[in-house]
């Protein structure tokens, strides 16, 4: 339903019409009327018409300066003019302001009827442009809304005003009395989690209707470090008992997915907002198990072993993991590892040594040379300056030979090379994707006017997940995928506009728009105004 004001100084007119249109049965909301511009013009702010319909000519503020009033304040409102006066002038006026409609009176009941309904059937279908324009750019950034809210959340970043706010626009009910996280990694055999994944497209889809079903969990992508999930609720004894119910769900869908493996780390339930980070760091404390544990595990932060829900032996690491594994353990970390779980990671490794080898010297000095050795490896092959790491941070053999004294001072050194091999690791990749985002660019600029442009095409080209694409684009070019998109489209349907006599529908396929209605729209919203208005003023411009 549309709305519409009426601003009329003579009352028999005024009167007609109003009560001579069954303005219900038209699905139009009659929302006021005034007898001069003075005072409509506050009610006309208050009420928002989609429709202002004015007279020209009345005392104190005529229908031209309204018009103008109202077209600064709401550019959106549809304003239809009534006059008399059959003058070239007004009309010029009326179109230079951004008119609508000039309609002459008298004007019949049914044939007022008839433009106004041809303007209401413009502004539902903006209407329906419109949600169609803030889906397409929701849709984009709200992955990466998603997860700065949740990286709030487990940082303790924002107050807890600011989290609830962010939470409801993002439709993230967080108003809870416990919580919990769970972190999941998917790996399919073949495929690198930071590339483009057909397979993962398809399973985040069905991940969300899965999830989708309980109200109170909410999933977070986080590329190829995996998902997130937060549970909430307001009964810790239902929460508990509905995480291993959800696993089910999650590992069922994993195992239609062939050669898909998965590994779960779950925290704790928490009993305030303010602990999300206490859980998210028992989780993934449990996460990092995943290198040093078979795969298809589900390991809760409480148990600090696997789950009784594995369906999968695991390696008895206190035997398995010696000095031969170890190094290839690190290696899988460095891999895929993140800062984050550096120190957890350690931890678990000389936990699984067992009590009785972790007393021993000469068994921990082998596990931490291997452990050194790896590392020292992978950050030679990242380009790192290793002989001046080595001044800065010690050498291996004086560390050794201190954990007499000092046994944590091991595990705080080997802390320290695994950081900076993560940190370089990511520095390099960082460089990898700016060349990628010049391809992915140079690819839209080629092809921005094909109909099936879209960022899953683009990342599909480049080999990198969406949602990495997607943040590329806001971080660097400091603007998102869709909206460079239409700048590309509007900078050349401008062109046209102003080189060619072709029609406004002929240049919204040239420019890759299936639907011309929904091309004018965004032309309009982007730009300030019309096709017809931009050519004009380019005739104008041109004659001056």
């Known amino acids: 339903m549309v709305s519409l004001f009426l601003v009329e ?17 038209e699905n139009i909301e009659f929302v006021g009327e005034a007898s001069d511009g003075e005072l409509a013009y506050p009610m006309i702010l208050d009420t928002k018409p989609d429709i202002l319909l004015t007279d020209i000519k009345m005392p104190f503020v005529d229908g031209l300066e309204l018009s103008e009033m109202v077209r600064k304040e709401l550019p959106e409102t549809r304003i239809m003019i009534l006059s008399g006066y059959d003058e070239f002038e007004y009309a010029r006026k009326a179109i230079g302001i951004g008119v609508t409609d000039y309609l002459l009176k008298p004007i019949a009941p049914n044939a007022l009827l008839e433009k106004i309904k041809n303007v209401q059937q413009k502004i539902e279908e903006d209407k329906k442009h ?9 849709a984009e950034t709200m992955e990466q809304d998603r997860m700065k809210l949740f990286s709030a959340l487990v940082m303790n970043t924002m107050s807890m005003s600011e989290i609830l706010s962010q939470g409801k626009e993002l439709y993230i009910n967080l108003s809870a009395r416990y919580f919990c996280v769970v972190l999941l990694t998917l790996d399919v055999e073949g495929e690198s989690g930071n ?4 397979t993962r497209n398809a399973f985040r889809t069905q991940l969300d209707e899965a999830i989708g079903v309980y109200e109170n969990w909410f999933v977070f992508d986080r590329e190829e470090e995996g998902f997130a999930f937060l549970a ?11 995480i291993p119910d959800v696993l089910m769900d999650i590992t069922s869908l994993i195992d239609e997915i062939p050669n898909a493996t998965y590994f779960i780390g779950v925290g704790s339930v928490v009993d305030r907002l303010s602990r999300v980070k206490d859980t998210y760091l028992q989780a993934n404390r449990a996460f990092s198990k995943r290198f040093l544990m078979s795969k298809n595990q589900i390991i809760y932060a409480e148990d600090g072993e696997e789950s009784t829900a594995s369906t999968v032996e695991t390696m008895d690491l206190s035997v398995a993991l010696t000095h031969e594994t170890a190094g290839k353990t690190v290696d899988n970390f460095l891999k895929t590892g993140t800062y984050d779980e550096a120190e957890s990671f350690l931890e678990n490794i000389y936990e699984s040594i067992g009590e009785k080898n972790s007393k021993s010297l000469i068994f921990l000095s082998y596990i931490t040379m291997d452990i050194y050795v790896s590392v020292i490896r992978n950050l030679k092959e990242l380009g790192a300056d290793t002989d001046a790491m080595e001044e800065e941070y ?9 954990a007499n004294s000092d046994k944590n001072k091991i595990a705080r050194y080997l802390k320290d090379l695994l950081k900076q091999a993560i940190h370089l690791r990511d520095h390099r990749v960082e460089k990898r994707y700016g060349t990628v985002l010049n391809t992915a660019v140079s690819y839209i600029d080629e092809h921005y006017m094909e109909d099936d442009m879209s960022l899953n095409k683009v990342a599909s080209f480049v080999n990198v997940s969406p949602n990495h694409l997607s943040a ?19 900078e050349r349907a401008k062109e046209l506009l102003m080189t060619t006599k072709k ?3 002929e240049i919204a396929y040239e420019v890759g728009y299936k639907d011309p209605h929904y091309f004018s729209y965004t032309f309009k919203k982007t730009q300030g105004m019309t096709t017809k208005e931009y050519r004009a003023r380019g005739g104008a411009q041109r004659d001056s």
């Open 9 to 25: 100084d003579e009352i028999a007119m005024r009167e007609g019409i109003r009560k001579r249109i069954d303005w219900e049965k």
């Open 130 to 138: 419109q949600a169609l324009y803030s889906k397409e750019e929701k």
């Open 195 to 198: 590339e483009y994944s057909e």
């Open 232 to 242: 909430v609720g307001n009964d810790m004894e239902a929460l508990s008992d509905e």
């Open 394 to 402: 010690g050498k291996i053999d004086e560390i050794i030979q201190s």
């Open 472 to 490: 590329s684009f806001s971080k660097d070019m400091g603007t998102t995928f869709i909206e460079y998109l239409i700048q590309k489209r509007m």
């Open 503 to 505: 029609r406004s529908s």
